[in-house]
């Protein structure tokens, strides 16, 4: 009878192991995860932010070749066709 109880305790005993065992895996496995969610969210901010920076620069380029483009029509209006561009430039 006592050999009963000890193989029940000893059962019981590694059930209760087996199921802290997996408490302890779940809960790093989750903590693990909620870090990669965190750092792929912070990659995604800087990649974002990194886009806007480059949209902002792009259609600043833009207006300046818009500019750009606009000063050559007025003085194409204002001059005419000259094959001699340098003594415009002055």
Not at 39 to 52: G, I, M, S
Request: net charge negative.
């Amino acid at each position: 009878m006592i050999s009963f109880f000890h193989k029940v305790n000893s059962c019981v005993s590694l059930l209760i192991s087996f199921v802290i065992f997996l408490c302890i895996i779940g809960i790093t496995q989750y903590l693990s995860y909620q870090e990669y969610l965190l750092t792929k969210q912070k990659e995604h901010d800087v990649l974002f932010d990194e886009l806007a920076n480059v949209t902002d620069e792009f259609q600043k380029i833009l207006n300046s070749d818009i500019i750009a483009a606009r000063t050559l029509v007025v003085i194409y209006k204002e001059y005419g066709i000259h094959h001699n561009f340098n003594s415009i430039a002055k």
